[in-house]
């Protein structure tokens, strides 16, 4: 399984990122170093959409808090840049597939990162993994 991350991304030129108690949804919470992640600059930080490829360098879970009864896994990770987009795929492009049973790997982007407005890490299926990695 690919991941993705969708969170402020400070230089997007980078060769490494380093994201901090990310939190996980949609199957994120399994991933770990080795696996393939693609990187969104968040548009809500001033991003735009996605920026690179990468691998996992390294995957810590985070301990859940015992003061708080529910809250999402949260994940910090590592990534070496592999590759860097080289066509825009951010918000604007996906925002208009919005049929939730299309199948359509934009559509599984736009349900699993915009619908709600939260940076996370998801994974993403292999057809979705096989589309986005047409923009490096």
Do not use: H
Not at 106 to 129: C, H, M, P, W
């Amino acid at each position: 399984m690919a991941f993705a991350i969708k969170a402020e991304v400070k230089d997007p030129q980078a060769g490494t990122f380093s994201f901090v108690a990310q939190k996980t949804m949609y199957g994120g919470k399994q991933i770990a170093e080795g696996d393939t992640i693609f990187v969104f600059a968040s548009e809500n930080e001033g991003g735009q959409g996605l920026v690179a490829r990468g691998i996992v360098t390294s995957s810590e879970a985070i301990s859940r808090r015992p003061d708080l009864e529910r809250q999402t896994p949260r994940v910090s990770v590592s990534i070496r840049r592999t590759a860097s987009a080289v066509r825009r795929m951010g918000r604007d492009e996906i925002k208009r597939f919005k049929d939730w049973k299309d199948g359509r790997p934009e559509t599984e982007l736009n349900f699993k990162f915009y619908r709600q407005a939260t940076n996370k890490i998801v994974g993403v299926s292999d057809r979705t993994a096989a589309f986005l990695d047409g923009f490096f």
